[in-house]
């Protein structure tokens, strides 16, 4: 899945990496996952795929709202990675992480604990945690090169991409593509409770939307029939990996442990369920049309 043969490697993220194709990049979805932020040594069949259907489904839909740089699933994308690889045009990135917040869970919980906000938008008293918020928020952070994002205000968002009308439309284009996102998922009895955006400006100065879009990797998914609020949410995707992972006694220290093969498949069916339940066709087509089967 990594190393495709003679591509310079641009970047790689724990389970991505990107290549260069000269006039396109080349984003390769692997099947490693991580629980806390660590990745297991091995790996979950299909997950690149399914992320990078997923990715795919929500650039096709939301062109309308904001246009992204996906090129395409088939021409250009070598054998080796068909199916969990897109070109994509070449972007210059904003230093921004736009992260949309539908509900209260993670460090907006905990920063809602502490001051009543999240972000420096006040919130209604009484919340609980996994609460669905009044509206769908706005909470930045900035892009840390190591280590972990930092939450910061849209002030200091506006400051960052330099451009205070430019920050606005970030805003709002990011809560455009999660409303439209969370309502569909949610059609589907998947809550989407919050995820993450990238932008960039394209050659015209356009501003466009990059990386990856509503996949589990980049967002929290709930499954909607076992949502309770008071309590943290199980994860749609990787519970049975945290869960088993939990039972070993693991101190989410590097190293991960090998995950056990019963846990392996019940979490590839995880993410298969995942991709067709919000895509609503079967999974296989997927692998069809990308002629990765
Ligand atoms: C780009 N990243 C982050 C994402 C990784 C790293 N369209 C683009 N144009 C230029 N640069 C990027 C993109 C995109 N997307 C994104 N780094 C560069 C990143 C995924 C995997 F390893």
Request: hydrophobic share 35%; with cysteine.
């Amino acid at each position: 899945m990594t190393a495709i043969a003679d591509l310079p490697l641009i970047a790689s993220g724990k389970v991505r990496e990107i290549y260069d194709l000269g006039d396109s990049l080349l984003i390769s979805a692997s099947d490693r996952i991580s629980t806390y932020d660590v990745v297991h040594p091995n790996p979950i069949p299909d997950k690149g795929n399914v992320l990078t259907g997923l990715s795919t489904f929500w650039f096709e839909r939301t062109t309308g709202i904001v246009p992204n740089h996906f090129v395409s699933v088939t021409d250009g994308v070598p054998d080796e990675v068909r199916g969990c690889a897109m070109v994509v045009r070449k972007l210059q990135m904003l230093p921004v992480e736009c992260v949309v917040r539908g509900y209260l869970s993670g460090s907006g919980w905990k920063d809602y604990q502490r001051t009543g906000a999240v972000s420096g938008i006040e919130l209604p008293p009484g919340l609980r945690e996994s609460d669905r918020l009044p509206e769908p928020i706005f909470t930045p952070s900035t892009k840390a090169e190591v280590g972990h994002d930092e939450a910061i205000d849209f002030e200091g968002a506006a400051s960052l991409v330099g451009d205070r009308a430019l920050a606005e439309r970030l805003r709002d284009v990011s809560i455009a593509v999660y409303q439209h996102a969370a309502d569909h998922a949610r059609s589907r009895g998947i809550i989407l409770a919050d995820t993450k955006f990238e932008f960039g400006l394209d050659v015209d100065g356009e501003l466009t939307l990059g990386d990856e879009v509503c996949t589990p990797d980049s967002s929290r998914f709930w499954p909607a029939d076992e949502y309770e609020p008071g309590r943290g949410q199980p994860s749609f995707d990787k519970q049975f990996v945290r869960d088993w992972a939990s039972s070993t006694g693991w101190d989410r220290n590097p190293p991960a442990p090998t995950i056990p093969v019963d846990v392996v498949a019940r979490t590839r069916e995880k993410y298969v369920e995942a991709y067709e339940r919000i895509v609503g066709d079967p999974f296989d087509e997927w692998l069809r049309r990308t002629g990765a089967a």
